[in-house]
């Protein structure tokens, strides 16, 4: 989420339905102004390490990964475990958790660190696929635990960050846990459950699609202990965290970034039997090597927060042949830092934001400013990147289709002009040619919308470069959400409707289909450069 009004940005609001933190109309954030073209871990006792304890009948762990593009393949025709959902989260302290890594390697540990008022609890970890419609599978589930209910979150006052600092409850080796997403079910013994989510990431990247998880913006976005980046106990953004921890649960169910913007993305890119590499933002701006050698590198839904490291380590990739995908609105806009926890490197996620001037690292020893890439005294606009130029926010728009014989439209049967309601939303990206642009750009969607009262366009973009990599972006953070529509799934389909899931289905599996075959200017039309044509410019 973006935006400001003489200082002030936009706060979250209480939610409705249960659903907190989530940067569109229907999860509660107050209306965000509209842009314009402005081109301006908590140390715990070492316990036990969990293995496999009590696994349940005919569902035994998944095999060792291997390096080959095709290791997931054993993995993918296993059965699935339907009961994956939650039925009873319950209130918010009857159990909740948080691990003290964002990833792991097959085989490595984590500490699990949980809180409860029940007197146990026993945690299922299901990985995120396809699994024949499932959807997930049981991969390992613990003996019960004894609970207990954890110390109040700590407060630290200069930056207000928000800790858990919790006592570790469980260590746990991933030991035949193939890769790729997680959600830990936590299930108390008075039946309340709570996710904890958790990327076991890829060996390698070489000729895979990659996944990159934006665990970075689903920290920003966290109210746990009551604050975020974006506003205070009291609502206010004035009082909001300056750094937000890791070392905390996730507010609402857990997972709820995971699941609105990232898990049917997931699920479908497991379903084509592509050769994919799971990944976060934490592990891409730590180590280029995460993406070398990959044929695509897939932004999800919702992917606002990136460190500069990230950055340069993404438009290298694409440089080198790795074509790129932004799956939502929206990326790329803040500049962040990791810091370090109380016990780990890379555990907090410092974002001065509009206070930016106040951040020592800042003002004494001149790092870049974290706030909105596209602000001096650093100027350097996602466009470049992206190709489109995050606008505003909020609007509900149809997704009006401009180049019905672009590749990616190939089998949707979408014409000239085809509209596809709500599509568009709630918060939309757009070519903007006073921006940094690609100098040779394709339009192929063009979306009128109205936000804040003012008119204005949505834009799906492609560009190339002279490496081969394709780059596309859908100019909205809904289309993820979109892979769900009219099923009642995890996202909230904002009034889509299954015409609508079956255009961008076809639509995302052209686009994987192709990205995964290497860089899609080798084996794809040129984008036609239509900017001017259709900005008259």
Same mark, same amino acid.
């Given at each position: 989420m973006s935006g400001d009004d003489a200082g002030q940005e936009a706060r979250p609001r209480a939610p409705r339905g249960g659903h907190g933190g989530h940067a569109d109309g229907s999860g509660g954030l107050v209306r965000r102004h509209f842009l314009g073209a402005a081109a301006a871990g908590a140390a715990g006792l070492a316990l036990p390490t969990a293995t496999g304890c009590d696994a349940p009948s005919g569902k035994?762990?998944?095999?060792?990964?291997?390096?080959?593009?095709?290791?997931?393949?054993?993995?993918?025709?296993?059965?699935?475990s339907p009961d994956w959902r939650l039925r009873a989260p319950g209130p918010p302290e009857a159990v909740e958790g948080y691990t003290d890594t964002v990833s792991v390697r097959p085989g490595e540990e984590f500490g699990l660190y949980v809180s409860t008022t029940a007197p146990g609890f026993r945690v299922s970890a299901y990985r995120v696929g396809w699994y024949g419609g499932a959807q997930a599978r049981l991969v390992w589930r613990s003996p019960r635990i004894a609970g207990q209910h954890q110390r109040r979150p700590r407060l630290l006052p200069d930056t207000r960050t928000v800790r858990a600092d919790w006592r570790r409850t469980l260590a746990v080796r991933t030991t035949g846990w193939p890769p790729g997403a997680y959600l830990l079910r936590l299930d108390a013994d008075h039946g309340h459950q709570r996710y904890v989510p958790l990327i076991v990431r890829s060996g390698t990247a070489d000729g895979r699609t990659v996944l990159m998880h934006a665990v970075t913006t689903w920290q920003a976005y966290n109210r746990w202990g009551g604050y975020s980046l974006y506003a205070g106990q009291d609502g206010a953004y004035r009082t909001r965290s300056l750094a937000v921890s890791f070392d905390r649960p996730y507010d609402a169910n857990g997972a709820e970034k995971f699941l609105v913007h990232e898990r049917a993305l997931v699920v479908l890119a497991e379903r084509l039997g592509l050769p994919l590499a799971y990944t976060t933002s934490v592990d891409v701006h730590r180590s280029p090597s995460e993406l070398r050698g990959a044929t695509a590198v897939l932004s999800l839904g919702h992917d606002e927060y990136w460190t500069p490291q990230q950055r340069a380590h993404v438009t290298r990739? %694409?440089?080198?042949?790795?074509?790129? $995908?932004? @799956?939502?609105?929206?990326? !790329?806009?803040?500049?962040? %830092?990791?810091?370090?926890?109380?016990? $780990?490197? @890379?555990?907090?996620?410092? !974002?001065?934001?509009?206070?930016?001037?106040d951040d020592p690292s800042f003002a004494a020893r001149h790092e870049p400013p974290t706030q909105d890439f596209r602000l001096p005294p650093a100027a350097d606009p996602e466009s470049s990147l992206t190709g489109v130029f995050y606008e505003g926010y909020p609007t509900d728009a149809p997704y009006v289709v401009h180049q019905p014989d672009h590749w990616l439209f190939a089998g949707t049967g979408a014409g000239r002009g085809a509209s596809f309601d709500h599509l568009v939303g709630v918060e939309y990206d757009r070519v903007t040619p006073e921006a940094p642009t690609p100098e040779k750009l394709e339009i192929i969607a063009h979306s009128p919308l109205v936000c804040a009262g003012r008119s204005s366009h949505a834009d799906s973009a492609y560009y190339t470069v002279a490496s081969g990599a394709g780059v596309f972006a859908t100019g909205t953070m809904r289309w993820v959400e979109a892979l769900m529509a009219g099923t009642g799934d995890d996202g909230r389909d904002h009034g889509m409707d299954a015409r609508t899931r079956a255009f961008v289905t076809r639509t995302t599996e052209n686009l994987l289909r192709a990205f995964a075959s290497g860089?899609?200017?080798?084996?794809?039309?040129?984008?036609?450069?239509?900017?001017?044509?259709?900005?008259?410019?």
């Open positions: 035994t762990p998944g095999p060792a990964p291997g390096t080959g593009p095709d290791d997931l393949a054993a993995e993918r025709a296993r059965a699935g990739a %694409r440089d080198t042949g790795a074509n790129l $995908a932004f @799956l939502g609105a929206n990326a !790329c806009f803040r500049r962040v %830092r990791l810091d370090p926890g109380p016990s $780990a490197a @890379l555990r907090t996620v410092t !974002c001065y934001k509009t206070a930016y001037r860089p899609a200017a080798r084996t794809r039309p040129a984008p036609r450069n239509n900017v001017a044509a259709v900005y008259g410019t």
